[in-house]
C-alpha cells in the first residue's frame, strides 16, 4: 500500500488575522472541531489537524456540527442530505473514539431574531442562535478551534463572526482541493495554466489521507442534548424545521459517505470505461460519476475518488475523468479563492463584460420572467426538461448545464440579472449548488475560463450555444420523454 501524505499543510492552514503561527488558549478543555463543510470522518484535513493539536495538548477532541434553518435556500432537500450525512458521521466517529455532537436548531430567521429582541427587551442573556449560541459556549472552553475552509457561500462569512465572538483562536483548513487552493498563490483565467501548475505537483499531493485516531479518549460536558437521527426519524425532524418545505428530497440520491462510495464503485465498475465517449449523452447517466453532491457535502474526498479511479482503469479513460474532475473542479475553487468577486459581474473577465454591456440592447427572443423559468414554463421543452431534473432530481448532467445557462442569457435583460437568476436556481434545488463549482459553472455561461469566438447577436463574441444544436448530439426527444 501506498504510504499516507499529508504535503503542504501550511497551505492548507488560515489563521486569524494577524496571526503568525498557531497558539492555543491555555486552560482549554478540548480542542474543538467545527464542521460546517467536509461532512466526513476520514480524509479529513481539517479533523487531523484539531487531533495533532489535541495530542499535543493531552486534551481530547470534540466534534461540533451544527445544522440551522435560517442559511440562505434552506429546505427539506439540502436538511434532508445532511441528515443522512450525519447518520454516517456518528458512526465513523464513534469507530474512532471521537466525540461528535450534532446540533439541530428547528428556527427559521425570523424566531431567531424574534427572541434575540425579546431576551434583549428584557435584559435577558442572548437565546441560543444569537451571540451564545451552542457553537459560541462550546469555543469558549475550547484551547483551539479548527474549522473548515470553503471560500464561498456562508462559510468564510461564518468563520469571520465566530472570531468576532470567542477568544479562542480559528483556524481554518482546506480539505476541498487535492492541491491547496492558497498554494497556487494567483487567479488561474484559463484552464490551460491551472492543467499546467497541477499536473507538474500531483504525484506530490496524490496520495491517500492519513487517518489518525486521538489518544485523549474523554467525553465533553455539553450544552445541549446532542442528535443522533435515525434514518427513519429524517423525514419528521424536516418536518418540523423552519425552511422551504416546497422543495423536496432528491427521488434518487441520498446523502453521506455510505451512498457516496456506493455511487464511486458503480462508476468504476460501469461508467469509467465509456466515461471520454459518452460522458456528454445525458440519455447516458451511468457514463458520468455523479459525485457532484457528495464532493460539495465533503462525503468523499477528491483523494479517495481519484485513486479508486486510477486504480480501476483503463488508463485513457481515467485521464480524461481526472482532467474534469480535478482541473475544472479546482480551478472553480482558485476563482473563488482569489476573486471575492466572484458572486457579481465584476467577476466575469473584462473582455466579456464588455461584450455582453455593448449587446444588452439587442432584441431578444424572449423575456421570462422569474418565476416563470423556474418552474420551467418557457417556450423550449429541452431547457424545460432541463429545469425539470433540477426540480426534481437535484442534478443535472453538466452538458445540459452548460445550455441551461447559455439560453437564459439570451431570455435575460442584461449579464446581472442573468446571473442573479442563475445563481437563485442552481443554488436553490442543485444538491451541488452554493460550491466553487456551481460558481464556476454560471461564471462560464458569460465567458470565464473561455476565449473570445465569433460575434453574435446578445452574446457579441461570448461563446454561444444553441438547444436546437442539442438534437445533433445526444437523443433530445427521449431526454424530455424522461423528465
Same mark, same amino acid.
Given at each position: 500500500?501506498?504510504?499516507?501524505?499529508?504535503?503542504?499543510?501550511?497551505?492548507?492552514?488560515?489563521?486569524?488575522?494577524?496571526?503568525?503561527? !498557531?497558539?492555543?488558549?491555555?486552560?482549554?478543555?478540548?480542542?474543538?472541531?467545527?464542521?460546517?463543510?467536509?461532512?466526513?470522518?476520514?480524509?479529513?484535513?481539517?479533523?487531523?489537524?484539531? !487531533?495533532?493539536?489535541?495530542?499535543?495538548?493531552?486534551?481530547?477532541? /470534540?466534534?461540533?456540527?451544527?445544522?440551522?434553518?435560517?442559511?440562505?435556500?434552506?429546505?427539506?432537500?439540502?436538511?434532508?442530505?445532511?441528515? #443522512?450525512?450525519?447518520?454516517?458521521?456518528?458512526?465513523?466517529?464513534? #469507530?474512532?473514539?471521537?466525540?461528535?455532537?450534532?446540533?439541530?436548531?428547528?428556527?427559521?430567521?425570523?424566531?431567531?431574531?424574534?427572541?434575540?429582541?425579546?431576551?434583549?427587551?428584557?435584559?435577558?442573556?442572548?437565546?441560543?442562535?444569537?451571540?451564545?449560541?451552542?457553537?459560541?459556549?462550546?469555543?469558549?472552553?475550547?484551547?483551539?478551534?479548527?474549522?473548515?475552509?470553503?471560500?464561498?457561500?456562508?462559510?468564510?462569512?461564518?468563520?469571520?463572526? /465566530?472570531?468576532?465572538?470567542?477568544?479562542?483562536?480559528?483556524?481554518?483548513?482546506?480539505?476541498?482541493?487535492?492541491?491547496?487552493?492558497?498554494?497556487?498563490?494567483?487567479?488561474?483565467?484559463?484552464?490551460?495554466?491551472?492543467?499546467?501548475?497541477?499536473?507538474?505537483?500531483?504525484?506530490?499531493?496524490?496520495?491517500?489521507?492519513?487517518?489518525?485516531?486521538?489518544?485523549?479518549?474523554?467525553?465533553?460536558?455539553?450544552?445541549? #442534548?446532542?442528535?443522533?437521527?435515525?434514518?427513519?426519524?429524517?423525514?419528521?425532524?424536516?418536518?418540523?424545521?423552519?425552511?422551504?418545505?416546497?422543495?423536496?428530497?432528491?427521488?434518487?440520491?441520498?446523502?453521506?459517505?455510505?451512498?457516496?462510495r456506493a455511487r464511486l464503485a458503480r462508476f468504476l465498475e460501469a461508467g469509467l470505461h465509456r466515461y471520454a465517449d459518452e460522458r456528454s449523452?445525458?440519455?447516458?447517466?451511468?457514463?458520468?460519476?455523479?459525485?457532484?453532491?457528495?464532493?460539495?457535502?465533503?462525503?468523499?474526498?477528491?483523494?479517495?475518488? /481519484?485513486?479508486?479511479?486510477?486504480?480501476?482503469?483503463?488508463?485513457?479513460?481515467?485521464?480524461?475523468?481526472?482532467?474534469?474532475?480535478?482541473?475544472?473542479?479546482?480551478?472553480?475553487?482558485?476563482?473563488?479563492?482569489?476573486?471575492?468577486?466572484?458572486?457579481?459581474?465584476?467577476?466575469?473577465?473584462?473582455?466579456?463584460?464588455?461584450?455582453?454591456?455593448?449587446?444588452?440592447?439587442?432584441?431578444?427572443?424572449?423575456?421570462?420572467?422569474?418565476?416563470?423559468?423556474?418552474?420551467?414554463?418557457?417556450?423550449?421543452?429541452?431547457?424545460?426538461?432541463?429545469?425539470?431534473?433540477?426540480?426534481?432530481?437535484?442534478?443535472?448532467?453538466?452538458?445540459?448545464?452548460?445550455?441551461?445557462?447559455?439560453?437564459?442569457?439570451?431570455?435575460?435583460?442584461?449579464?446581472?440579472?442573468?446571473?442573479? !437568476?442563475?445563481?437563485?436556481?442552481?443554488?436553490?434545488?442543485? /444538491?451541488?449548488?452554493?460550491?466553487?463549482?456551481?460558481?464556476?459553472?454560471?461564471?462560464?455561461?458569460?465567458?470565464?475560463?473561455?476565449?473570445?469566438?465569433?460575434?453574435?447577436?446578445?452574446?457579441?463574441?461570448?461563446?454561444?450555444?444553441?438547444?436546437?444544436?442539442?438534437?445533433?448530439?445526444?437523443?433530445?426527444?427521449?431526454?424530455?420523454?424522461?423528465?
Amino acid at each position: 500500500m501506498a504510504p499516507t501524505h499529508a504535503p503542504h499543510l501550511d497551505a492548507r492552514r488560515f489563521l486569524p488575522p494577524g496571526a503568525d503561527g !498557531i497558539v492555543p488558549r491555555p486552560g482549554g478543555e478540548f480542542v474543538l472541531y467545527w464542521m460546517q463543510a467536509t461532512f466526513r470522518a476520514h480524509d479529513n484535513f481539517a479533523l487531523n489537524e484539531a !487531533i495533532a493539536h489535541a495530542d499535543a495538548l493531552g486534551v481530547p477532541v /470534540l466534534v461540533y456540527h451544527g445544522l440551522r434553518a435560517d442559511y440562505p435556500w434552506a429546505s427539506d432537500r439540502l436538511h434532508t442530505f445532511i441528515l #443522512e450525512s450525519v447518520v454516517d458521521l456518528a458512526a465513523g466517529f464513534a #469507530e474512532k473514539g471521537i466525540q461528535y455532537a450534532f446540533h439541530l436548531d428547528r428556527r427559521g430567521a425570523g424566531e431567531v431574531a424574534a427572541d434575540a429582541a425579546r431576551a434583549k427587551a428584557r435584559g435577558a442573556p442572548p437565546p441560543p442562535g444569537a451571540s451564545q449560541s451552542p457553537l459560541v459556549q462550546l469555543a469558549d472552553r475550547a484551547a483551539l478551534v479548527v474549522t473548515d475552509y470553503l471560500p464561498t457561500f456562508i462559510h468564510p462569512r461564518q468563520t469571520r463572526r /465566530l472570531r468576532e465572538r470567542t477568544a479562542t483562536p480559528v483556524v481554518a483548513v482546506d480539505s476541498a482541493c487535492l492541491v491547496p487552493m492558497a498554494a497556487h498563490q494567483k487567479e488561474h483565467l484559463a484552464a490551460r495554466g491551472m492543467r499546467t501548475a497541477l499536473l507538474k505537483v500531483l504525484d506530490h499531493h496524490l496520495w491517500p489521507v492519513a487517518n489518525p485516531e486521538p489518544r485523549v479518549r474523554r467525553a465533553v460536558a455539553l450544552p445541549f #442534548e446532542p442528535l443522533v437521527p435515525s434514518p427513519e426519524a429524517i423525514p419528521a425532524l424536516v418536518a418540523g424545521c423552519a425552511i422551504d418545505h416546497a422543495v423536496p428530497p432528491a427521488r434518487a440520491i441520498r446523502g453521506g459517505t455510505r451512498a457516496a462510495r456506493a455511487r464511486l464503485a458503480r462508476f468504476l465498475e460501469a461508467g469509467l470505461h465509456r466515461y471520454a465517449d459518452e460522458r456528454s449523452d445525458p440519455n447516458e447517466p451511468e457514463a458520468v460519476s455523479g459525485l457532484s453532491p457528495y464532493l460539495h457535502f465533503g462525503n468523499v474526498s477528491i483523494h479517495e475518488v /481519484l485513486l479508486a479511479a486510477r486504480a480501476a482503469g483503463p488508463a485513457a479513460q481515467y485521464d480524461k475523468f481526472q482532467d474534469e474532475a480535478l482541473v475544472w473542479r479546482e480551478i472553480s475553487h482558485n476563482f473563488c479563492h482569489w476573486n471575492p468577486r466572484h458572486r457579481t459581474v465584476e467577476g466575469i473577465p473584462a473582455w466579456a463584460r464588455e461584450q455582453l454591456q455593448r449587446h444588452e440592447a439587442d432584441p431578444r427572443p424572449a423575456l421570462y420572467t422569474d418565476e416563470e423559468l423556474e418552474h420551467a414554463r418557457t417556450d423550449d421543452p429541452l431547457w424545460n426538461a432541463c429545469q425539470r431534473a433540477y426540480l426534481v432530481d437535484g442534478y443535472m448532467h453538466n452538458y445540459l448545464r452548460m445550455l441551461w445557462g447559455k439560453a437564459v442569457l439570451a431570455w435575460t435583460p442584461d449579464a446581472a440579472s442573468c446571473l442573479r !437568476i442563475l445563481e437563485h436556481l442552481n443554488n436553490k434545488y442543485a /444538491l451541488d449548488g452554493r460550491d466553487a463549482n456551481s460558481y464556476g459553472g454560471i461564471h462560464w455561461t458569460f465567458g470565464k475560463f473561455d476565449r473570445p469566438f465569433y460575434r453574435r447577436p446578445i452574446y457579441g463574441t461570448v461563446r454561444y450555444q444553441s438547444l436546437r444544436a442539442a438534437e445533433g448530439k445526444f437523443d433530445v426527444r427521449r431526454y424530455i420523454a424522461g423528465k
